[in-house]
Structures are given as structure tokens and as C-alpha cells.
């Protein structure tokens, strides 16, 4: 009887079989959610806007003082050979960074030996429907802190975001918007937002303490290029039920349309000319 070969990750400076790889059973991202993490695409072999990920990863744990010593370019190379050897082209890729092993205590007094893992499997598209019939929202009951500064990093700790994607899935709901304590939209439990107002883009302002999304950078870039008009603001939810086109976006979906909240119809169009428009450059970037 042949046995499958199991996929290989990268774990601590090697290459090894997925089902080799051990962590410790005092390292902190187990114990306490200490650590970071980024999810990214690959297009033909080609990881999309890593440079921006492996960015935001090392800000982050340059933030919360984990050590992280990887480029951009050892990861590029890292992650083609997991592609390679597990027969990948299209591929998710998660990178996950924790404190590691150390001392005892919330914060820790020594060095700590911080666990780094980047493991592929391949990509699973949204189905093709949601992007000609968009998918629906509601409000999350869940408020965000409005000057916790652990919304603005990419953390381990991801309960919150699990109770907020919960509460959609069960009134039969994508992903909810999540809105702050000052009543400001921040964004969804996976994704940024973004809205259409007679031809400007509008997404909310890093002010509303969100994670500053890959996709979202590369969306504002976007705009600049086709010269669409675009800005960061803070606003509330009846601004987003108003608008004339609503759209979702992170590094797997893209950029995904909107067609009801809370059980109400938003948008003129479904997809909008202008959410089309900018899924079709993002897609052209991406090949």
C-alpha cells in the first residue's frame, strides 16, 4: 500500500517533514498567545507583496521585542523550496513567530529563543459567486478598544476576532463589522473595508485602531494609479449603509463586494464599477 509523503515546513533555521517538526511545551506563543503571525498568497510560485508582509512582521516584533532576523529575501528563497518540495504553485503561506522558549513570568526577564514556522498548503478560493452576488455583513455586538495598540499588529491572540467571525456565522453572515468605542468603524474579523461615495474610495482611518492590511496598502496604491480618489477617515456605520458601493479585502480574498448588512441591501451595484475595477488591476498585479 503507498503512503502519501508528508508535506515539509520550515521550522527554526531547517526544512523539515511536517510530521518532525516539535515545539516546546513552555514556548510562549503556546502559553500566551505571544507572537505574530502573516498569511499571504502565491501566485504561479510567486508570493505576493512579501516585502510588505515580512515588513509588517518585523515592525511588529520589533514592537513587542521578539527577536526576528529573517529578509525579505531569505524568506523568498525559503518559501520556493516549501513550494517546490510539497509540489505547490498556488499556495497559501502562514508565517508564525512566537517569544518562543524562556524564562517564567509574563515578561520575561532573559533571552528568549523564539520559535519561527512558515508552513504552505494549497489555496482554496472563495467561491466564484460571492464576487458576482457579494456577501453579506452584520454589526458585531464585540466593540473594539479605540487605543489598545494590539489591533494594530497581526498577534497570536486571536480569540476576539474568533468571537466576532462566530457571531456572523451564526445569523448566517460572512464577517461582521466591527465598530470601536467611539462608535468609528474599524473593520471586519478577516478584512479591511473599504466604501464608494459618487466615485472616491473610503476606507477608515488607522485612527479607528485597525490592522493595517497588505491588501488595504495595496488598494490605496491602486487608487493613486488610476487616479481614483481615495481617503482614510473616521466614520460611523450609517455612512457605510448609505454608500454606493461597500468591498472587503485581505491577501486571500482580494477584493471581495458587499451586498447587504444587517439584513439590508447596500450599494447601487453589485459588484460596483469601481470595486470591479480595482479587483481587475489587483488581479493584473498579481500575474
Do not use: W
Not at 84 to 90: A, F, S, V
Not at 174 to 199: M, P
Amino acid at each position: 500500500m503507498m503512503t502519501s509523503t508528508p508535506n515539509v515546513i520550515f521550522l527554526n533555521d531547517a526544512i523539515v517533514d511536517e510530521t518532525e517538526g516539535r515545539l516546546r511545551i513552555l514556548d510562549r506563543g503556546f502559553l500566551y498567545g505571544d507572537g505574530l503571525f502573516e498569511t499571504l498568497r502565491t501566485y504561479e510560485k510567486r508570493p505576493f507583496r512579501l516585502d510588505s508582509h515580512v515588513t509588517r512582521l518585523t515592525n511588529s516584533a520589533r514592537y513587542f521585542d521578539i527577536p526576528f532576523h529573517y529578509t525579505t529575501q531569505n524568506l523568498q528563497q525559503i518559501i520556493e523550496q516549501l513550494l517546490t518540495r510539497n509540489k505547490l504553485r498556488d499556495a497559501y503561506v502562514r508565517m508564525t513567530l512566537s517569544r518562543g522558549f524562556g524564562t517564567n513570568g509574563l515578561v520575561p526577564a532573559g533571552i528568549c529563543q523564539p520559535t519561527f514556522l512558515i508552513h504552505t498548503k494549497p489555496f482554496t478560493a472563495y467561491p466564484a459567486s460571492f464576487y458576482k452576488t457579494g456577501v453579506s455583513l452584520i454589526t458585531s455586538s464585540i466593540r473594539r478598544s479605540a487605543t489598545c495598540p494590539i489591533s494594530n499588529h497581526k498577534t497570536l491572540s486571536y480569540l476576539t476576532n474568533y468571537l466576532v467571525k462566530k457571531e456572523a456565522i451564526a445569523q448566517g453572515a460572512h464577517d461582521a463589522l466591527i465598530l470601536n468605542t467611539e462608535s468609528h468603524v474599524s473593520e471586519c474579523a478577516v478584512s479591511n473595508i473599504f466604501l464608494v461615495e459618487r466615485n472616491t474610495v473610503i476606507t477608515p482611518s488607522l485612527k479607528a485602531n485597525l490592522l493595517p492590511g497588505v491588501t488595504r496598502g495595496t488598494i490605496l496604491e491602486l487608487c493613486k494609479r488610476n487616479g481614483v480618489h481615495a481617503s482614510e477617515e473616521l466614520f460611523g456605520l450609517e455612512r457605510v449603509l448609505a454608500a454606493d458601493e461597500v468591498f472587503l479585502t485581505n491577501s486571500l480574498m482580494e477584493v471581495m463586494p458587499v451586498s447587504a448588512i444587517n439584513g439590508k441591501t447596500v450599494g447601487r451595484l453589485v459588484p460596483g464599477v469601481i470595486t470591479s475595477l480595482l479587483h481587475n488591476e489587483y488581479q493584473a498585479l498579481t500575474h
